[in-house]
């Protein structure tokens, strides 16, 4: 019998290990071209050849802008719209111009550098002033709006045709590795830590399995020296049951099939039994003696699919547990948790009390003694 739920829990901690580690897997494939980006880190921008731009990862300390051509705005809580990204026009190799987009943060010191940049432009002063703005992030494609805003702002700027022909429709986009921005690539990289280490764990609790704890630990506490005998006891007890749901019984085993919850009783171990809602689902509680060598006031569950498949359950076991107390009162409660093997009796004898009580109330109102 723990040889059957052994493999059981193996088997499903196998299953549990292989799909997170393909889950891993699958999520390293897509992460690895831009995590080996953030490796090697960025390139200087003004040491590659234009024509390689699109889709490296670079740095670049900007010194001169022409212009901005675009922008995004959000909505504020205040039905106010507020900028969070804005587009510049920045100069790239001999000849060439690109996009860079900044955000809100920014801001400031990308206009520092458009400001000095006009002043040299229209003979206010005679040199940059040593104003910069250091953006890190992808280049990417523009996209046909994106390239449109770019060609009208080179044209209000008074761009001639041939100047235009040399905007080249990329933008470097700040904070971007590659196709992920470094909060959805460190997300990416928790994802892909969780599934990678949970999977682990599954695998390696499911080589090292050794069986359900609760009944090979109640087992060692209970056979002492008859182990081998309880063994084949139990396997005849295995094979000799049919299940209902995820209990198996006679009159004088109960075991529940739940994985590495599964638990093992003697009838004789069980006090009290009563069911109860679980969520949208319902379960059996199984409240436990005292054996020997197990803790005190342990509570074993049953999960059932609702309450008929529970009552089903407890229909089961009521000829098997003659001498268990069955249903629920919170008043019981304070028996149970303070004694768990003098519970029945306490109960029984409570029980005996007050229907002898009833019995004699009867009887000075003139009732029958007993009318079945």
């Known amino acids: 019998m723990i040889r059957q739920l052994t493999k059981g ?82 100069p790239v190799g001999s000849t060439e111009y690109m996009g860079m987009e900044v955000h809100a943060r920014q801001f400031a010191a990308a206009q520092a550098v458009l400001d000095t940049t006009d002043a040299v432009l229209h003979g206010t002063a005679e040199s940059l002033d040593g104003s910069q703005v250091i953006v890190t992030g992808t280049v990417r494609r523009m996209d046909s709006q994106t390239r449109q805003y770019f060609q009208q702002a080179a044209g209000l700027a008074g761009y001639s045709a041939r100047e235009r022909s040399r905007f080249l429709p990329l933008v470097l986009v700040e904070g971007q590795v590659g196709s992920l921005t470094l909060p959805e690539l460190g997300l990416g990289l928790a994802a892909f830590g969780f599934f990678a280490l949970s999977g682990l764990l599954y695998l390696v609790q499911g080589i090292r399995c050794q069986g359900p704890e609760q009944p090979v630990a109640y087992l060692q506490a209970a056979a002492g020296d008859s182990a081998p005998l309880l063994r084949d006891e139990l396997e005849s007890f295995y094979r000799q049951t049919r299940p209902l749901g995820r209990l198996r019984a006679n009159c004088r085993w109960l075991l529940c099939e739940d994985g590495a919850d599964s638990w093992l009783l003697y009838n004789r171990d069980v006090a009290w039994v009563y069911a109860e809602p679980a969520g949208r689902q319902y379960q059996v509680v199984v409240c436990a003696r005292s054996p ?52 029945c009796r306490d109960i029984k004898a409570r029980q005996q009390a007050e229907h002898t009580a009833a019995a004699r109330r009867g009887a000075r109102n003139g009732w029958p003694e007993s009318s079945q």
Do not use: C, K
């Open 9 to 90: 829990i193996r088997r499903r901690r196998l299953f549990h290990a292989a799909v997170r580690l393909v889950i891993a897997a699958v999520m390293l494939a897509v992460l690895a071209p831009d995590l080996s980006r953030l490796v090697r880190g960025p390139a200087d921008l003004y040491t590659l050849d234009p024509a390689g731009l699109e889709g490296q990862y670079v740095s670049a300390r900007v010194d001169i802008i022409y212009g901005w051509y675009a922008e995004t705005v959000r909505a504020s809580g205040t039905d106010r719209e507020q900028t969070v990204r804005r587009e510049y026009i920045i």
């Open 292 to 343: 020997a060598g197990r803790r005190l006031r342990r509570r074993y569950r049953i999960r059932a699919r609702n309450a008929a498949e529970a009552e089903q359950l407890l229909d089961l076991l009521r000829p098997l547990l003659p001498e268990a107390v069955f249903g629920y009162d919170p008043r019981w409660e304070p028996l149970y948790q303070a004694s768990p093997a003098r519970f």
